[in-house]
């Protein structure tokens, strides 16, 4: 495996160092990120969708972007694009690909890891998977106690991470 990994196509950095990112570019994008969060607060989503779009578009390795269109999936119960953002987001703050600078690292990091165990965990109080499919059931449940171990660890003042974490207790597994 490469020490490099790419996020849609464009060179994320190295996996122990931080990503380097063009600040002129990142401060011509703000304008279109409040913007877009404006309109998501203002409840036009579709507008918020097409921003966060074209912000990544232009910046691939943002997470906030990505955690914005996780929220905004989940909203609609796309579970399975919901995760697919928040993963790609938690994957970028791992190497550092943090945008906004007034929220620590490892709050938002915490924050992306709880998001991520939510999703993951939401889909399996909703359906009938513990009947109809009980090792997949298993499998994903185990996914979010970990996920929400780790919101945890990153971030200890996390409340929400710290519930889910109590309620979300790994499974002991019969092999």
Same mark, same amino acid.
């Given at each position: 495996?490469?020490?490099?990994?790419?996020?849609?196509?464009?060179?994320?950095?190295?996996?122990?160092?931080?990503?380097?990112?063009? !600040?002129? =570019?990142?401060?011509?994008?703000?304008?279109?990120?409040?913007?877009?969060?404006?309109?998501?607060?203002?409840?036009?989503?579709?507008?918020?969708?097409?921003?966060?779009?074209?912000?990544?578009? @232009?910046?691939?390795?943002?997470?906030?972007?990505?955690?914005?269109?996780?929220?905004?999936?989940?909203?609609?119960?796309?579970?399975?694009?919901?995760?697919?953002?928040?993963?790609?987001?938690?994957?970028?703050?791992?190497?550092?690909? =943090?945008?906004? !600078?007034?929220?620590?690292?490892?709050?938002?990091?915490?924050?992306?890891?709880?998001?991520?165990?939510?999703?993951?965990?939401?889909?399996? @109080?909703?359906?009938?998977?513990?009947?109809?499919?009980?090792?997949?059931?298993?499998?994903?449940?185990?996914?979010?106690?970990?996920?929400?171990?780790?919101?945890?660890?990153?971030?200890?003042?996390?409340?929400?991470?710290?519930?889910?974490?109590?309620?979300?207790?790994?499974?002991?597994?019969?092999?």
């Amino acid at each position: 495996m490469s020490d490099k990994e790419e996020v849609d196509g464009r060179d994320a950095g190295t996996t122990e160092t931080m990503m380097e990112f063009d !600040q002129e =570019q990142l401060t011509a994008l703000e304008p279109k990120m409040r913007l877009a969060m404006t309109a998501r607060e203002q409840g036009n989503d579709s507008e918020a969708r097409k921003l966060f779009e074209e912000i990544l578009k @232009e910046e691939p390795r943002l997470a906030e972007p990505r955690l914005e269109l996780a929220h905004m999936a989940a909203v609609t119960e796309d579970w399975e694009e919901a995760q697919g953002h928040a993963r790609l987001a938690v994957e970028i703050l791992k190497r550092g690909g =943090q945008w906004t !600078q007034d929220v620590a690292a490892e709050v938002l990091l915490g924050f992306a890891l709880n998001l991520l165990g939510e999703l993951v965990v939401r889909p399996l @109080e909703e359906g009938d998977l513990f009947l109809t499919d009980r090792p997949r059931f298993d499998t994903s449940w185990n996914e979010a106690s970990t996920l929400f171990g780790l919101a945890l660890a990153a971030d200890p003042s996390n409340v929400d991470a710290r519930r889910n974490a109590t309620r979300y207790r790994r499974l002991e597994l019969d092999n």
